[in-house]
């Protein structure tokens, strides 16, 4: 299956459910307070999704390594390279 | 096995207008496979370029030798890492596969990736693990890369910390199974592939690399290679 064949089905799934017991068809009555608190549980899951991503994305941003030495490294091998290459007859 | 019973690395360096940075690409590829002691050959694809970039790889090959170094012309409007690849692929004579980009991007002791080969079938390099990381990067950078890598790992899961950066070393077969399968075109062919490889069961280790940004040249990412990318992104998401 597909990644998003698993997102659908996931979220056909979850829906389902959802909707079963927040909607309420009578028959599959929860108490009154339970289908209030169910209700708006969509919206709070995607805020929530929301706000982790942002933490996410911000922590990883945060850490982001700068490679200072592997830079420095770099420019000392290209000198290297060209004197070495210069001198075997590579002309540039 | 190579035939000699040994590990042999084949390079494949795919080229458009490289002709400063293949030289000191090349060098130093030569210098750390001399030095880990591996017996290993570097595959210059090139593109067609209209800098010249053939000639100094032909020098380059009369300065290693022919057998360390060969250079592959192929010229065709389907020039993507795909077909590069393909193309390298069908000289290459090593047992293991190693891709970079020839863009110098890609500064990385080989060492370590030799060492992380705790019988992987694919070793990738990763900027956003351990060590690794990147130098002259802008804040904006940063963020975009960091954002479009998770949106990534929350739709793809794959398995891996770094999709699009391009430094794998492969298994030769490996690499012929993959590229069969996978037919995105450019960046998203190397995403493709990490995809498709945990699917069909294959070992990925990783190494952390440092990618220091382009020396000469023009990197190639701009605003419609974002679009690109999430075009390229939602195909998979639908397709794999």
Known sequence: ?92 | MAADGGDKFSVLLPTYNERENLPLVVWLLVRTFRQSGNNFEIIIIDDGSPDGTQEIAEQLEKIYGSDKIVMREITSILFSSGTAYIHGMKHATGNFIVIMDADLSHHVSLYSIKQKEGNFDIVSGTRYKGNGGVYGWDLKRKLISRGANFITQVLLRPGASDLTGSFRLYRKEVLQKLTEKCVSKGYVFQMEMIVRARQLGYTIGEVPISFVDRVYGESKLGGNEIVSFLKGLLTLFATT
Not at chain 1, 14 to 23: F, H
């Open chain 1, 1 to 92: 299956m597909t990644k998003l064949g698993q997102w659908l089905c996931g979220l056909a799934l979850l829906g389902s459910a959802w909707a079963a017991l927040a909607l309420a068809p009578p028959g599959l009555r929860l108490p009154a307070p339970y289908r209030q608190a169910l209700l708006p549980l969509p919206v709070y899951l995607l805020v929530a999704f929301g706000c982790y991503s942002l933490a996410t994305v911000g922590y990883r941003l945060a850490t982001f390594n700068d490679c200072e030495e592997a830079a420095a490294e770099l420019q000392e091998h290209i000198s290297a390279a060209r004197e070495d290459l210069r001198r075997r007859g590579l002309r540039f």
